[in-house]
């Protein structure tokens, strides 16, 4: 059964960074693509980026490109998302899952950026 656990989000201030992870389970982690989403308040849910089975290749969504990196660890079957420069219209739940199609979804971990 695919479990997909997202943690590290927290309320931080403008032009702040927090690294995100994703620790994955039920699956064999390494021959899957996985991407990062979020679903800021009253919007639909995003793609973020995704990153290649064996991490050689990374794709982001222009509004992040810059700012945020995704990366992952196989033998720990954990994905990384490090976002830097943080704005406020970054506040939302962000998610975890594979790539191009998804899984059921995970619980979300909050980001809120705010001064």
């Known amino acids: 059964q695919v479990r997909l656990v997202e943690s590290g989000g927290g309320l931080v201030q403008p032009g702040g960074s927090l690294r995100l992870a994703c620790t994955a389970s039920?699956?064999?982690?390494?021959?899957?693509?996985m991407s990062w989403y979020r679903q800021g308040p009253g919007k639909e849910r995003e793609l973020v980026g995704h990153?290649?089975?064996?991490?050689?290749?990374?794709n982001y969504a222009d509004s992040v490109k810059g700012r945020f990196t995704i990366s992952r660890d196989n033998a720990k079957n954990t994905m990384y998302l490090q976002m830097n420069s943080l704005k406020p219209e970054d506040t939302g739940v962000y998610y975890c899952?594979?790539?191009?199609?998804?899984?059921?979804w995970g619980q979300g971990t909050q980001v809120t950026v705010s001064s």
């Open positions: 899952n594979n790539y191009p199609n998804t899984w059921s």
């Open positions: 990153i290649s089975a064996v991490g050689e290749a990374t």
């Open positions: 039920g699956f064999t982690f390494r021959d899957y693509t």
